[in-house]
C-alpha cells in the first residue's frame, strides 16, 4: 500500500477537466451527512447492527451512485465471474493498472490472480481508494480521475495492462474525450500494451479516435447482472 498522506493513499492534483456540475444535490448531502453521523454511544457499549447497516450504506456503491450517478455508472459492483473473467485477459503482463476500483471486486481477483505483477489502482472517490488501499495492501492507489492520473498510467513499464471498469456510455462528453485519449496515448507507446474493458451491450465500450488501435472481444459472461462481453483494446 502506498501511504502518502496521513489518509493512506495520495491525493489528486488540479483536476484538468472541471465536473463541478456534476456534485450531489443539497438535499442528498443532507441525508449522507445524517447516515455518516457518528452515533453516541455509552462507554463499553457497542454499536448497534442498525447503526452498522447505516455506516455501511454510507459508503455504498448505491450512495457514491446518487451522488454522481454519470461518474459510477451503476450501483451494483462487477460480479465474482466478470472479475474473474477481466483477470483472466490481464495475464502475463509485467504490470496491471485498474481504472475505477470501485469497491475492489476487480482488485481482489487482479491481486489474487497476478502476485507478482505491480498493481495500481486509480479510483476517483476518496473513500472508496482509502478502503482499497486498506484492504488490498498489495496494490498502490491513487485518487482522481484517469486523465488527471495520466503519469501513473503511461509511465509504466512497456508490458502493462489496463483492466477498466469505467462507465464510458454514462460518462459526461468532456471527461470521456479526456479519457480516451490518456487511454489512446498509453496504447500507442508501446505495442505490448493492452486495454481490458467491459461493456453491457454489444457495442465496443468506446470508439478509438486513432486508426492504429482496434477492439476485438475477449468473451462473453452471462453470469453477471446484466450480462457483459469483456473487450481488448490493442494497437491493430
Known amino acids: 500500500m502506498s501511504l502518502t498522506d496521513p489518509e493512506g493513499y495520495e491525493s489528486p492534483g488540479a483536476a484538468a477537466v472541471p465536473i463541478s456540475r456534476l456534485r450531489r444535490t443539497d438535499a442528498l448531502d443532507e441525508t ?10 455509552r462507554a463499553g457499549s457497542r ?10 450504506l454510507a459508503d455504498s456503491m448505491l450512495v457514491h451512485f446518487l451522488r454522481a450517478p454519470a461518474l459510477v455508472g451503476g450501483i451494483v459492483p462487477s460480479s ?36 507478482r505483477a505491480a498493481l495500481t489502482v486509480i479510483e476517483r472517490e476518496p473513500t472508496l481508494a482509502r478502503r482499497l488501499a486498506i484492504g488490498c495492501a498489495h496494490a498502490r492507489v491513487r485518487v482522481g ?7 501513473d498510467l503511461l509511465d509504466q513499464a ?6 477498466s471498469s469505467l462507465p464510458f456510455r454514462s460518462l459526461p462528453d468532456e471527461v470521456a474525450r479526456a479519457t480516451v485519449a490518456t487511454l489512446e496515448r498509453f496504447l500507442l507507446a508501446h505495442a505490448a500494451r493492452r486495454l481490458v474493458q467491459y461493456s453491457y451491450g454489444l457495442r465496443a465500450p468506446f470508439a478509438f479516435r486513432d486508426p492504429r488501435l482496434r477492439w476485438r472481444r475477449g468473451e462473453r459472461v452471462w453470469r453477471n447482472v446484466p450480462p457483459a462481453i469483456v473487450w481488448i483494446g490493442e494497437a491493430a
Request: with cysteine; glycine share 14%; hydrophobic share 40%.
Open 47 to 56: 454499536r448497534t447492527g442498525r447503526d452498522a447497516l447505516l455506516g455501511g
Open 145 to 151: 480521475c484517469v486523465h488527471e492520473r495520466a503519469p
Open 80 to 115: 465474482p465471474v466478470l472479475a474473474a473473467a477481466m483477470s483472466r485477459h490481464a495475464g502475463g503482463f509485467d504490470a496491471i493498472v485498474e481504472l475505477g476500483g470501485g469497491t475492489g471486486s476487480v482488485t481482489r481477483r487482479l491481486a489474487l490472480d497476478h502476485p
Open 32 to 41: 449522507i451527512g445524517h447516515l455518516r453521523a457518528p452515533t453516541r454511544l
Open 158 to 163: 512497456p508490458r502493462t495492462v489496463a483492466v
